[in-house]
């Protein structure tokens, strides 16, 4: 069974930086586009970027220019490093694929303090 397993968020400062990591279990990495969302306090979950399996990434608007995914298809692990954090970007953040059709995983909080 694929399992996602999100990991690295934490509590910082606007401005500051994280890198999130995704590890799926299974093959679901290879040649998939993955993708990391987001769901903020009393809002849906929302797409952030996504890459595909030759490592083209396209970003949501909100993010562009300050966030970067990356991928390890050896590791079958997804990252995100954001940069420029701001307090809008608190949420729980999600790894899947593009289009979703993995049961989603526990995510990691991000929370930024303004």
């Known amino acids: 069974q694929v399992q996602l397993v999100e990991s690295g968020g934490g509590l910082v400062q606007a401005g500051g930086s994280l890198r999130l990591s995704c590890a799926a279990s299974g093959s679901i990495f290879r040649g998939n586009t993955m993708a990391w969302y987001r769901q903020g306090p009393g809002k849906q979950r929302n797409w952030v970027a996504r890459i595909t399996g030759g490592g083209y990434a396209v970003y949501a608007d909100s993010v562009k220019g300050r966030f970067t995914i990356s991928r390890d298809n050896a590791k079958n692990t997804v990252y995100l490093q954001m940069n420029s954090l701001k307090s809008e970007d608190t949420a729980v953040y999600y790894c899947?694929?593009?289009?979703?059709?993995?049961?989603w995983g526990q995510g990691t909080q991000v929370t930024v303090s303004s």
């Open positions: 899947n694929t593009w289009p979703y059709i993995i049961p």
